[in-house]
């Protein structure tokens, strides 16, 4: 039962990529212009080289690891919608720890600023984390007001006490050498930063679906109640799982300035964890449905700005392909319901 309803839902995702598509394409052709050259386009301005690929990849990884954050939140019954707030800390933690201490050993110090992220974002995500389960205040509320406090903060920092000495621009220095990740491609910004991405993809997905952790998480998202009664510590869990979610977010930011950027700036976040808690509620918070949508995600960024400049089609609108696609996903159930009573009525015309 638990494989077909899989099934259906898979179905269910490719049909609303499709007839998202297709909507796309009308609106091309509304407005005069010609969407197989608008998709080809974005397909060739994605995939069409090695160095195409190369940034769509790098499009993925904070998209994978916001994703998994939210993952993990969301499947435990708590809603963190602050990973924005927790990457910028963490890309700051990163970012100050390479440009303040650069005569240590490279490996060590790359370490150490991975580190720091994951402890700013976990801490930031244990505060509402435990008003919410000590004082049942509502966590979607404060973490989207976390989310403002973080980026004018971080903001602050980069542009006054931090701020680089070669002028005012909302930037911090940049990073000793020795914290930089290796680039895999000339001219990309895709970096090492894929492959701990990728082993801490299989992590998560060991302890969410191999793992008695991965399955009181779970249960607690079900039923909080009957986790209760079955003798899993909620509280203690929807915690762990809101530090797991709030690390994540913050190794994000780390990756952002050690592999990307070599640098704190103020908008170092095009909104990388709003995407990415998209990503992961389309697939239902699957870690590996995560990992694919991600992909599909990053190929629809890189391309629209190549199928802009080829066919002077607005990359705005893969944005609205994007939205259909939520909503779609979103209407499932009303939209099985629907198909299900025309079979029926189809049935008793047959009859």
């Known amino acids: 039962m ?21 909507i796309g394409a009308l609106i091309m052709l509304a407005n005069g212009r010609n969407p197989i050259e608008g998709y080809q386009a974005l397909i060739v301005g994605s995939l069409g080289s090695r160095y195409k690929i190369a940034a769509t990849l790098a499009k993925t990884v904070p998209l994978i690891l916001t994703g998994l954050a939210t993952a993990i939140s969301f499947n435990s019954g708590i809603y963190n919608i602050g990973g924005e707030g927790q990457l910028y800390l963490g890309a700051f933690a990163a970012a100050y720890v390479g440009f303040t201490l650069t005569t240590i050993p490279g490996f060590l110090g790359i370490f150490l600023a991975i580190l720091a992220a994951a402890a700013i974002g976990a801490f930031y995500a244990f505060i509402p984390a435990v008003l919410k389960v000590e004082l049942q205040i509502d966590e979607v509320i404060t973490t989207i007001m976390m989310n403002s406090i973080a980026i ?41 930063s894929i492959f701990l991405t990728i082993m801490i993809a299989v992590i998560i997905y ?14 607690i998202g079900y039923n909080p109640n009957f986790a209760r009664y079955g003798g899993i510590n909620a509280k203690k869990n ?12 913050g190794i994000a930011g780390a990756f952002e300035v050690l592999g990307t ?16 808690m998209l990503v992961s509620l389309i697939v239902k918070n699957n870690p590996i449905g995560v990992i694919i949508m991600s992909c599909f995600f990053g190929i629809l960024k890189t391309g629209s700005i190549a199928m802009e400049y080829v066919t002077s089609i607005p990359s705005e609108l893969i944005s609205v392909i994007q939205s259909i696609i939520i909503l779609f996903i979103a209407g499932e159930n009303g939209f099985l319901d629907i198909w299900k009573k025309i079979n029926k009525k189809a049935v008793y015309k047959d009859v």
């Open 206 to 219: 060991y302890i969410m679906e191999k793992t008695a952790v991965g399955y009181d998480f779970k249960m």
């Open 238 to 249: 929807m915690i762990v799982a809101m530090l797991i979610s709030g690390a994540l977010c």
């Open 261 to 276: 950027h070599y640098r704190f700036l103020q908008s170092i976040s095009p909104g990388y964890a709003f995407d990415g």
């Open 152 to 192: 004018l903060f971080t903001s602050y920092l980069a542009n006054y006490p931090f701020a680089s000495e070669r002028g005012k621009m909302g930037a911090t220095e940049m990073i000793a050498d020795t914290y930089k990740f290796t680039r895999l491609v000339p001219r990309s910004k895709l970096n090492t």
């Open 2 to 22: 638990r494989e077909n309803k899989n099934i259906e839902y898979i179905i269910s995702i490719l049909v609303s990529i499709v007839l998202a598509l297709i």
